[in-house]
């Protein structure tokens, strides 16, 4: 079978070499597609490709309508809100993600992050320390989860909420369970966004929500753009000069945000899951994942049943 790697953000070589290799093993043909700059260059490649590995590359129905030996796509990372995965199901196209791979990765982030911030950008002022803060983590899964982790070795107090887990998971997994969203925003003194980007998610980090945090408060963004109210955001800062807002995915209205210097901050790209061993590790269970799709049908990752 043919495998094409689409990753308009490419993994680290090391990662690369391990992927060929999985796939290679299995006896499919690798087509490597990095750093494409062009959709067009996407759509020539996926049109006689079998399988596909990509990041947050976007897969669009246009990508899946030319893409007709197409079995399956295999995210290589959590959210896969970049691919259209009903259209593809109507192709008969199997959609995975790699669910855990990078968490640990994008879990890392948070606290480079929430160091700079709280450290006022390492502008030479004096800052705070985390020990002792209240950490919000709304979302429980698996980069909530690390989060939680690393938050107890920073000696900080960790809350979480998850519409979608038990108490007793989050109380299993290090942190104490408040009952909404909106306690944890009143509570804590840094809430970490852990929601994925859905219907029901998008524009749902508010200027009401974001206005019930504490003074001098940090919000922290390292899952998607789509699930700040980016105007009801910098309507909020614009009124409150304590709160922080520190995120791994640029704004859309990122030149307002840059307006409130030293209280804001974003990478230049998604760089959560840039490390050599989240490339690794998410890269080579896709190409696993793939090989056991071909072998015996294998769809225990599907996200689009
Ligand atoms: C994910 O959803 O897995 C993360 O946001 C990482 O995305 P990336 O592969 O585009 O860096």
Redesign the pocket.
């Known amino acids: 079978m043919k495998v094409l790697i689409a990753t308009e953000?490419p993994f680290a070589a090391a990662a690369v070499d391990g992927i060929k290799a999985e796939l290679e093993s299995a006896g499919h043909d690798v087509i490597l597609l990095e750093k494409y700059t062009d959709k067009a260059q996407l759509l020539d490649a996926v049109k006689d490709a079998d399988a596909m590995i990509v990041?947050?590359d976007k897969i669009s129905a246009d990508v899946l309508d030319v893409a007709n030996n197409m079995k399956i796509i295999v995210r290589?990372?959590?959210?896969y809100d970049s691919i259209d995965t009903e259209f593809a199901k109507q192709k008969n196209i199997v959609v995975e993600n790699t669910p855990g791979q990078?968490a640990n990765a994008?879990a890392e982030l948070v606290f480079g992050m929430l160091v700079f911030a709280v450290r006022s950008f390492y502008n030479g002022k004096s800052g705070t320390e985390l020990k002792g803060k209240k950490l919000g983590i709304l979302a429980f899964g698996n980069v909530g989860r690390n989060v939680a982790r690393i938050a107890t070795g920073f000696g900080m107090d960790v809350y979480a909420y998850d519409a979608y887990c038990s108490k007793e998971a989050i109380e299993n997994g290090g942190a104490k369970a408040v009952d909404s969203s909106d306690d944890l925003f009143k509570l804590c003194d840094v809430v970490s966004l852990h929601i994925p980007a859905t219907a029901e998610t998008k524009g749902s980090i508010n200027y009401d929500v974001v206005s019930m945090m504490k003074k001098g408060a940090v919000l922290v963004n390292t899952a998607r753009k789509e699930i700040v109210d980016e105007d009801g955001l910098l309507k909020l800062m614009s009124e409150r000069e304590d709160i922080k807002y520190v995120s791994d995915i640029k704004p859309d209205k990122d030149a307002e945000f840059a307006k409130f210097e030293g209280r804001y901050f974003s990478t230049p790209k998604?760089m959560?899951?840039?490390t050599a061993e989240a490339n690794t590790n998410a890269g080579i269970a896709a190409a696993r994942q793939i090989n056991a799709f071909f072998a015996t049908g294998d769809t225990k990752f599907q996200v689009n049943k």
Do not use: H, P
Not at 76 to 79: E, F, M, P
């Open positions: 953000k990041r947050s290589a990372g959590a959210g990078n994008v998604k959560g899951a840039q």
